[in-house]
């Protein structure tokens, strides 16, 4: 390159001094060019240093972090030399900051009018008078409907993608030259994530900033990015256009990374990459990923290779990069263990017309119209039987209702309507102090967030005893002997016995609650999110281990994901929820392939590939409704197929389309 | 038991990492220096004082430092460094009783409210509210008027009043762990109430609860020491650094050695109380002040 890059990053390291007074390199001589015009994308697992590098580009470094060697240039200027003050003239204003949660960065008592025009009076050289005109168009440049209305309005009043739009044109107020974006979409649905990358996509292009994009996403980042980026342990191991990474990356971790992403194309499970990557500060001789690299031999346990350029124009870190095709790839199918021909027949748990609902009655609107019987049920009509050793898999988005679905099946909400059937004979009972001790047994659940589902005040010996002593009363030896093997079978030793939820990695922290879960020895695992607070890596490996525990014990499983690559990944059965309402259940091949519920429609049409060929393909609007229709159809507002008065005004019927695949829609079955 | 023996070791091994990680920090370091000579001197004071702390000597009468009596005499000619050395006995006494009962029965009440829950919960916080409105010395004043001053009516007082605010702080911090999906675990698990409360809620709320008596400690004593400012805490002729600054104040104009020592002693107490508290919520991860955000 001729010219100066626009954001220049050179042999940068971080670090920190620890207690003991030892340097902890947090970054470790990264170096990274972005051209106006161009964008970035920063991946790697959580611990990588990509956040850490990403503000750094700013100048902004976390409280006990400073630059140990290196430079950091923007448009010329060395970011590391500057001051406060001109620092702060710099951050906001030519070069802004998208944050992960923008729920959070924006002010909660503010409206959105007054932050948009404070951010306009620090960063624009707008007059006074100028602000509000100013602020609809910016608010209408992300495509943010009825702008005039939505000034008056409070963060809380926005949904979770309204918020993150709001917070793109607060970065946009100071007329930017270049965005740094933090995970922007993580934690969105994936219609919203499909709908706001493409808004990021275009503002990148039309006013030709730079753009550095920090994700564990690489579906996210192959839509948005031309260059890739990969860090691990501190290092940048993987440079390159988004094409060559994502289609034939040339470092051992970039080739796990893609193989352990579920793809909606694929019947296989993914495949997990073992091992964790070093802490900072843990003492490195040869390549730091040389332990979990399936192609290391002496050298690279020895040696630590460096960062070299190739024939085809990147740049990588590894002594093997000419023998990635010899990498395996992912091949095991997962245990289906409920073909069509060895059916059990047994149900395991049936769903009767259940309906359940968070309001209140309110005595005052009972007697002041009786007839009205209140708002629509948060989930209605849900008829869903499940068959012994079968995976359920429900998916829909935020809202949609399956976490409460399965809250009632554990207990913990009491259906206002309907039956929950174990066996297809006993109607369990709704509150969960009620229930016999047996049937309490048989249903387990495991949550989404390990950090908060186990007690972080309890070690692991004492997670595991507690169903141990409730369900089957053991003590002493025979206590710490079933607690042993539980661990055994999720693969961690005796020794992890001893520690704390703290004291260990998130995947870890999961199999432990997995571990507790099935110590139950229950016929019926709820797994509600289980995979969403890991990262990719670590995912395959806990769906994995679902998968042979299954197999083993023959349990059945209701997997609720917004992910419907990771649903497909494991489920036999997959049934689509909008609004708490059914749209569509059927075998996981079938509902995965047309025809389809518009609905569905919309939700494969917005999954992100890790593809730069493939396309997301949006439908309907991201509009988040906060509460479903009081009649007809649950999906009236926001479907693109939609046929007429019919259906807003009668529920869909179900069509029966091969054998077990339903959709409910008005549409006949030979149109959809 | 394998499972309780385990977790002995694990959180005695935590007692152990958390002395060791308040002590690594400068602030933990000082604050408990400070406490640790104060409650030391407040032992042994009486058997190394160079003085009685009653001695009446005329003569020497608002008299300057010197190297026998090392910061003066008061008005009525009493050695004040002896005074000095003694005057925490009372308070350390008192608020050393009253903190942990404040503690105990406003936690107590606290996490019953935050279980409870709806709207007695509300009801029952607004009476909190109304009550903390009131000026404490108003109310405090009114019982001691009431019952009288001696130790066994300041130190139900103390612990009464100042067990109030913690109400507000226990019932929070079980309002936030009961919404954690741990509890929701072990409910969907059935467990029953008292065992939720007991394993699940009480380890996670008693951190917070160490931390807000710490803080209640300073508060206390700075409470007991105004009260004896006031002349409704200790008796003369008990030595007590409120009744001692309450004293020397008329004379600080031209005998000011008569406050400093009083009032050094009480600063440097009620720092390292609080120095304390901040590393002690630093080290259990329940730090308030947190990090500057981006």
């Not at chain 1, 007697?367 to 869903?384: E, K, M, Q, R």
């Not at chain 2, 008192?94 to 007695?120: Q, S």
């Not at chain 2, 409360?197 to 007991?224: K, Q």
Request: hydrophobic share 45%; net charge neutral; with cysteine.
């Amino acid at each position: 390159m001729t010219t100066q890059p626009f954001i220049s990053v050179n042999g940068l390291s971080v670090g920190y001094t620890s207690r003991t007074g030892k340097i902890i390199r947090v970054l470790r001589n990264v170096s990274l060019e972005i051209n106006r015009g161009e964008s970035v994308g920063l991946v790697g697992e959580s611990g990588s240093g990509k956040s850490t590098l990403a503000l750094a580009a700013m100048g902004y470094f976390k409280r006990g972090l400073r630059p140990l060697s290196g430079d950091v240039h923007f448009d010329s200027v060395d970011m590391l030399a500057l001051d406060r003050d001109e620092l702060q003239a710099i951050r906001g204003g030519r070069l802004a900051l998208i944050p992960q949660n923008s729920g959070q960065s924006l002010t909660p008592t503010m409206r959105i009018g007054q932050q948009l025009t404070e951010a306009l009076r620090l960063h624009s050289n707008l007059d006074a008078g100028q602000f509000s005109d100013r602020v609809v168009e910016l608010l209408t440049q992300v495509r943010l409907p009825d702008p005039a209305k939505l000034v008056s309005r409070y963060p809380h009043e926005l949904s979770g993608g309204q918020q993150q739009r709001v917070a793109i044109a607060m970065a946009l107020a100071g007329e930017p030259d270049a965005l740094l974006l933090d995970e922007p979409t993580t934690g969105l649905d994936v219609t919203t994530q499909a709908h706001i990358l493409e808004l990021l996509r275009d503002l990148a292009r039309d006013r030709n900033m730079a753009m550095l994009y920090v994700s564990h996403d690489l579906g996210a980042i192959s839509r948005v990015c031309d260059q890739v980026v990969v860090m691990y342990a501190g290092e940048a191991v993987l440079t390159g256009t988004t094409r060559q990474v994502l289609l034939a990356p040339r470092h051992p971790y970039a080739h796990g990374l893609l193989t352990s992403i579920p793809r909606l194309d694929q019947t296989r499970m993914p495949m997990a990459l073992d091992g964790r990557p070093p802490m900072p500060g843990e003492a490195i001789t040869g390549c730091a990923f040389a332990d979990r690299c399936a192609l290391a031999d002496n050298k690279c346990l020895t040696e630590a290779p460096e960062m070299v350029g190739l024939s085809s124009g990147e740049l990588v870190r590894c002594f093997k990069s000419d023998m990635i095709d010899r990498m395996p790839v992912p091949s095991r199918q997962p245990s289906r263990l409920n073909r069509p021909d060895d059916k059990t027949g047994d149900t395991a748990l049936d769903l009767r017309d259940v309906a359940i609902s968070y309001a209140r009655d309110n005595w005052l609107r009972t007697v002041l119209s009786p007839a009205d019987g209140g708002p629509p049920a948060t989930v209605d009509n849900i008829g869903i039987s499940i068959e012994k050793g079968e995976t359920l898999g429900l998916v829909g988005e935020s809202g949609s209702g399956k976490s409460t679905i399965l809250k009632a099946i554990a207990g913990l909400i009491s259906p206002k309507r309907g039956h929950i059937m174990l066996h297809g004979q006993t109607a369990l009972t709704p509150r969960v102090e009620d229930r016999p001790a047996v049937n309490l047994r048989q249903i387990q659940m495991i949550f989404q967030n390990p950090d908060d589902s186990l007690n972080p005040r309890h070690a692991v010996a004492q997670i595991l005893a507690q169903p141990l002593q409730l369900y089957f009363g053991l003590s002493g030896d025979a206590l710490h002997e079933a607690s042993v093997s539980m661990l055994e079978r999720v693969r961690l030793g005796a020794h992890y016995l001893d520690r704390l939820p703290s004291q260990l990695s998130g995947g870890e922290k999961q199999r432990v609650a997995i571990a507790r879960a099935f110590a139950a020895e229950p016929e019926i695992v709820l797994c509600d999110e289980v995979t969403s607070a890991l990262d990719v890596s670590v995912q395959a490996a806990v769906l994995d281990l679902l998968d042979e525990l299954k197999t083993q014990q023959g349990t059945t499983y209701i997997f609720v994901s917004h992910d419907l690559a990771v649903v497909k990944a494991i489920s036999d059965r997959v049934a689509v929820l909008y609004q708490g309402r059914l749209c569509e259940i059927g075998s996981a091949e079938a509902v995965y392939t047309a025809p389809f519920h518009p609905y569905t429609d919309v939700l494969l049409g917005a999954v992100l590939e890790p593809d730069p060929d493939v396309a997301p393909k949006l439908i309907a609007d991201d509009v988040v409704e906060l509460s479903p229709p009081a009649r007809g159809c649950p999906f009236q507002r926001r479907c693109s197929r939609k046929l007429g008065t019919i259906c807003d005004s009668e529920m869909p019927p179900a069509r029966q389309l091969r054998a077990g695949h339903v959709i409910n829609c008005h549409i006949p079955a030979d149109e959809l | 038991m394998a499972g309780t023996l385990h977790g002995s070791k694990a959180s005695g091994s935590r007692a152990i990492g958390i002395l060791k990680d308040l002590v690594s920090r400068p602030s933990g370091m000082i604050g408990l220096s400070l406490v640790v000579c104060h409650v030391i001197l407040a032992i042994i004071s009486p058997f190394i004082v160079p003085f009685d702390y009653k001695l009446q000597n005329s003569a020497l009468m608002l008299s300057q430092p010197s190297s026998i009596h090392w910061l003066g005499a008061d008005h009525l000619g009493r050695d004040v460094f002896s005074r000095t050395l003694m005057g925490g006995r009372e308070a350390l006494l008192v608020t050393g009783v009253a903190t942990p009962l404040a503690v105990i029965w406003g936690g107590f009440i606290g996490i019953l409210f935050g279980l409870v829950g709806g709207r007695l919960d509300e009801v029952l916080m607004r009476v909190v509210d109304a009550f903390l409105s009131l000026p404490w010395i108003l109310k405090m004043l009114v019982l001691i008027v009431t019952f009288g001053t001696g130790i066994e009516v300041l130190i139900p007082t103390l612990a009464f009043f100042y067990g109030i605010p913690v109400i507000r702080i226990a019932r929070a911090a079980t309002h936030d762990v009961i919404a954690r999906d741990f509890v929701w675990a072990a409910k969907a698990r059935g467990h029953g109430r008292i065992s939720i409360i007991w394993r699940e809620l009480l380890p996670n709320v008693l951190d917070t609860l160490m931390v807000e008596g710490a803080m209640r400690w300073s508060w206390m004593l700075l409470a007991f020491s105004s009260l004896s400012f006031l002349g409704f805490g200790v008796s003369p002729p008990t030595p007590d650094w409120g009744l001692m600054i309450s004293d020397a104040r008329g004379f600080m104009s031209f005998a000011p050695w008569g406050v400093i020592g009083p009032v050094i002693a009480l600063s440097s107490l009620i720092i390292g109380i609080n120095l304390t508290a901040d590393a002690l919520a630093k080290a259990l991860g329940i730090d308030r002040a947190q990090k500057a955000p981006m």
